[in-house]
């Protein structure tokens, strides 16, 4: 149980263009579900925590009108990089919450994204 | 705040022996304390976790952490190395109350040699 799958598992667009990645929580609710970035050989950054039914909470230095992030139901968030930039090129992890209360999460896949 | 630190970016290893993966943390409150194992292009995969009670955890394929309050270290133990083992190992950690995501680790990446 508490399986989260991620789409797409890898991406890459053109400089410019607007990229969406899906989080489902494909057997449980999830409440909270959060966004990591993770650089190559780093550790992960979480970018911004979001409640289903409202805006999400970004951490500081992450751009929300860049990262889009959307929790309009209790299995699914997305996270929406808009105008992307070869910067933005990273390994993006989504994990989400609710079975078991904030305390334990459970991550997807990952999603791997290069901008050209 | 709360924090992870892991002292050790690479742990070499040989196969069958044992294995001990170091991680030391700060938190206000009562921490909940996580260890997560990544293959390369891979999500994280959850290994084990303390909450409360005995302070030996035990999780997947053989692994083991000792929460040490006093010592604020939540290491990651395994008595027999395998090869299969090798990949990279975060600790991360979130306290008791509140809405927090967890805090990670900036990772050790483990070797076990054949």
């Known amino acids: 149980g508490a399986v989260v799958s991620q789409h797409p598992s890898r991406v890459i667009c053109k400089s410019g263009t607007s990229v969406k990645i899906e989080c489902r929580s494909l057997?449980?609710?999830?409440?909270?579900m959060f966004w990591y970035r993770q650089f190559p050989k780093q550790s992960l950054m979480l970018m911004a925590t979001?409640?289903?039914?409202?805006?999400?909470?970004?951490e500081q230095g992450v751009e929300k009108d860049k990262f889009l992030i959307n929790h309009a139901s209790l299995t699914l968030s997305t996270l929406t990089v808009t105008s992307a930039h070869p910067e933005d090129s990273s390994f993006y992890i989504c994990s989400a919450s609710g079975p078991t209360g904030y305390n334990e999460q459970f991550f997807g896949p990952g999603t791997r994204l290069t901008v050209l | 705040a709360q924090s992870v630190a892991q002292p050790e970016d690479q742990v070499n290893v040989a196969e069958g022996n044992p294995l001990t993966v170091k991680c030391t943390y700060s938190?206000?409150?009562?921490?909940?304390l996580f260890w997560y194992v990544q293959y390369p292009n891979r999500g994280l995969q959850f290994l084990l976790k303390?909450?409360?009670?005995?302070?030996l955890v035990k999780g997947s394929y053989g692994f083991e952490a000792e929460f040490n309050k006093s010592q604020t270290s939540f290491h990651l133990k395994k008595p027999s190395a395998l090869v299969s083992d090798s990949a990279l190992y975060f600790c991360a950690v979130t306290r008791e109350m509140g809405r927090r995501a967890l805090t990670f680790g900036s990772g050790t990446r483990l070797q076990v040699q054949p």
């Open positions: 938190v206000s409150g009562n921490p909940y």
């Open positions: 979001s409640n289903e039914g409202s805006k999400a909470t970004y």
């Open positions: 057997d449980f609710q999830a409440t909270t």
């Open positions: 303390y909450i409360t009670g005995d302070n």
